[in-house]
Every structure is written in structure tokens, then in C-alpha cells.
């Protein structure tokens, strides 16, 4: 490429970009759909071999049942289009074995280059997809429940859900949501191990962010750490998720 395009739209839009989660009554075209994926799939991808797929949903049958394996979180139920990008090793399995060629990739380093080419494209999808005006918000969830979806959507064996995306047009900008500073995510040459006053210095944008505050305060928690670890993201949930995405990769 080479051509510097940036300018201050373009950094308007990502310094103030926001997840969408309430959405205009409104249809998106297939039209446009269609152009906001295929700009997408010029993304980069593992040995160009693109080892990803997206199930579009739009029946409103089809995204309620969808919406209840994403635990019926507001965007996934009000959003007229929901986006499942899977991590696929299927087709390019397919493609060597009708080739005759020896496809070995029912394995654990496969299955993280097809997630990572699909989270890569899950992106690229969103960016796209909000330049062209439309709003988007990731359902973290799609792992969760993934076996759950891979059988709603009727995927086949080596085809895993790893995000999807509610998109449709934003009712409203979005809530800001904090971040931390560069220099806690940016380390030079090496990794910088910080000390225990830093990590606290690093954090307390997110500790002193109103929102977060309230979520200490509705929980009866001493502070945001325990938030996390005790109730949004607790030890026996991440247990128990991880052994059913074990149990049904299977690897």
C-alpha cells in the first residue's frame, strides 16, 4: 500500500468509536452487507488461506433463538443482523482431500490460526462496517455457547464459533467506556515488569470510571478487581466454560 490515507475524520471515528447496543428499527441492505464483507476478507489471514466463515442471520425467528444462547443481551436481540464468525478449517480440509493432499489439521495449533483469522476478519468486519454508518457490538458469548451454536447453525466439524457481531443502525451514540493509558499495553524491546504501585496507577482510570464505580457499589464489593474475578468473570464460570469448548473441540 504505502499511501497514507489517515486524516481527521478517520481519527475522529477511532478516537471516539463506541459498541452500539440499541438499534435504529431499520434494515440493513444486503446490498451493503454484502460490500462490507467482502472489503473485510481483504484482511490479513494465516498462509492466505482464509480458514474463516460468517453465518448471517436475519430472520427474526432464527435471531431470537440465536439471542438466547447470547444470554439475550439487549444488542442481540435488538439488532437486525447478527454476524457468527467461525474459525473453519473444514473447507481448506476439504479442498486437500479432494486434491489428494495430506490435510493435518484437526489439531490445537490449527484450531488458533482459523481463531485468529476470524477475530482478524471480525475486526476488519466492524471497522468497515461502522465507516459505512452502521453500529456494532461484540457478544463475547459466541465462546461460551459455542457448542450450543455450532449445533443451532448447524456447523460442521472443525467449524467453531468465536465472535459475533451485532450490527444495525445505532438508536443513539453508544456509552463511552474507559481505557487504560498506552503505556500500561506498550512495552519497549523486552516486557516491562511493572511494580504493585504502578499496576494501581495503570488501573485507576477503569477504578475511578463512574460506571465501574456503580458495578463496586450494586455488587457490595471492596473494589473493580473483585468485580472481575467475583462476579463477571468468577473462577467456576471460567472452569466450567472451558471445559465444555475442551470437551467438544475434542482435540
Known amino acids: 500500500m504505502g499511501k497514507n490515507i489517515f486524516n481527521q475524520e478517520l481519527e475522529n471515528y477511532f478516537s471516539t468509536r463506541r459498541s452500539i447496543r440499541k438499534f435504529a428499527d ?29 453465518v448471517v442471520t436475519r430472520r427474526e425467528e432464527c435471531r431470537r433463538e440465536l439471542a438466547a444462547l447470547h444470554f439475550n443481551q439487549p444488542a442481540s436481540t ?17 479442498w486437500c482431500e479432494i486434491n489428494n493432499a495430506d490435510a493435518a489439521y484437526d489439531n490445537f495449533l490449527s484450531f488458533t490460526s482459523a481463531f485468529a483469522d476470524a ?27 459455542g457448542p450450543e451454536i455450532a449445533r443451532l447453525l448447524k456447523l460442521p466439524r472443525m467449524v467453531f464459533p468465536v465472535a459475533c457481531l ?18 500500561a499495553f506498550v512495552h519497549e524491546e523486552t516486557y516491562r515488569a511493572d511494580s ?32 472481575f474475578a467475583e462476579v463477571r468473570y468468577p473462577r467456576a464460570m471460567n472452569e466450567e466454560f472451558s471445559r465444555k469448548l475442551l470437551e467438544y473441540l475434542n482435540f
Open 26 to 54: 431499520r434494515e440493513v441492505s444486503k446490498e451493503l452487507l454484502d460490500s462490507v464483507l467482502a472489503l473485510a476478507a481483504k484482511a490479513p489471514t494465516c498462509g492466505n488461506m482464509q480458514l474463516y466463515s460468517v
Open 78 to 94: 435488538g439488532a437486525p443482523v447478527l454476524l457468527t464468525v467461525c474459525a473453519d478449517f473444514a473447507r481448506f480440509t476439504r
Open 119 to 145: 477475530m482478524i476478519l471480525a475486526q476488519q468486519i466492524t471497522t468497515i462496517a461502522e465507516l459505512h454508518g452502521l453500529g456494532t457490538c461484540y457478544l463475547g458469548t459466541a465462546i461460551y455457547n
Open 166 to 183: 451485532a450490527v444495525g443502525y445505532p438508536d443513539g451514540e453508544g456509552v463511552e467506556t474507559e481505557r487504560l493509558p498506552m503505556e
Open 196 to 227: 504493585d504501585e504502578e499496576i494501581v496507577r495503570l488501573f485507576k482510570a477503569k477504578d475511578d470510571y463512574p460506571a465501574n464505580a456503580q458495578y463496586v457499589a450494586e455488587n457490595g464489593k471492596a473494589n473493580l478487581a473483585q468485580v
